[in-house]
Nanobody, 116 residues
Framework: DVQLQASGGGLVQAGGSLRLSCAAS????????IGWFRQAPGKAREGVSC????????YYADSVKGRFTISSDNAKNTVFLQMNSLKPEDTAVYFC?????????WGQGTQVTVSS
């Protein structure tokens, strides 16, 4: 079955960087959207970024534009989220998300904590 294995979270000071990785397996690596959601305490889960295999288009939430970059390595079935200039407001559990032909899957969350 589909598995999404997220890693790369951790504790970092404001202004620092982290790189999240999500290794995907168990599906046909085409015709899909993959990306990241996050959820902070007391907040609704929000979409952060995603990338489409159909045309390579990307999406970024306004709050992370210019700071985060999503990319994928099809040969390794892995998607990355490079997070730069991190702010305390970025503190959340980050979830890898996969959508393919009407089906969706969620990976385990990875904690990102940004201290001031």
């Amino acid at each position: 079955d589909v598995q999404l294995q997220a890693s790369g979270g951790g504790l970092v000071q404001a202004g620092g960087s982290l790189r999240l990785s999500c290794a995907a397996s168990g599906f046909s690596f085409d015709d899909y959207d993959i990306g990241w959601f996050r959820q902070a305490p007391g907040k609704a889960r929000e979409g952060v970024s995603c990338i489409s295999s159909s045309d390579g288009s990307t999406y970024y939430a306004d709050s992370v534009k210019g700071r985060f970059t999503i990319s994928s390595d099809n040969a390794k079935n892995t998607v990355f989220l490079q997070m730069n200039s991190l702010k305390p407001e970025d503190t959340a559990v980050y979830f890898c998300y996969l959508y393919q032909r009407g089906l969706q899957w969620w990976g385990q969350g990875t904690q990102v904590t940004v201290s001031s």
